[in-house]
Nanobody, 124 residues
């Protein structure tokens, strides 16, 4: 059974950094685009960024562009989200997801597999 498991969340001060990891198991996601989404309490889940199966040209939400970086290591069946210059408004549960079409766009409905999420809290 395919499974995505996020890790690396925690409490960090504003201006700090965190690196989230997403480990896939049960199948290879080599041809899938991998995305990161987040959901803050009382808000809808929103797109953070995604990387195509080729690994080229990751896309990012405007709110994180220049601060967050997505990468993938298909040999480890893993994807990463490096977050820098964190702000209190980045506080949310972060989810990784897999898009079988490999396009890596921002539409939640395009993603077939989801992890359980990891909490990121940024204190001011």
């Amino acid at each position: 059974q395919a499974q995505l498991v996020e890790s690396g969340g925690g409490l960090v001060q504003a201006g700090g950094s965190l690196r989230l990891s997403c480990a896939a198991s049960g199948r290879t996601f080599r041809r899938y685009a991998m995305g990161w989404f987040r959901q803050a309490p009382g808000k809808e889940r929103e797109f953070v960024g995604a990387i195509r199966w080729t690994g080229a040209s990751p896309s990012y939400a405007d709110s994180v562009k220049g601060r967050f970086t997505i990468s993938r290591d298909d040999a480890k069946n893993s994807v990463y989200l490096q977050m820098s210059t964190l702000k209190p408004e980045d506080t949310a549960t972060y989810y990784c997801a897999a898009d079988p079409k490999g396009l890596g766009n921002s539409a939640i409905g395009e993603y077939s597999y989801w992890g359980q999420g990891t909490q990121v809290t940024v204190s001011s």
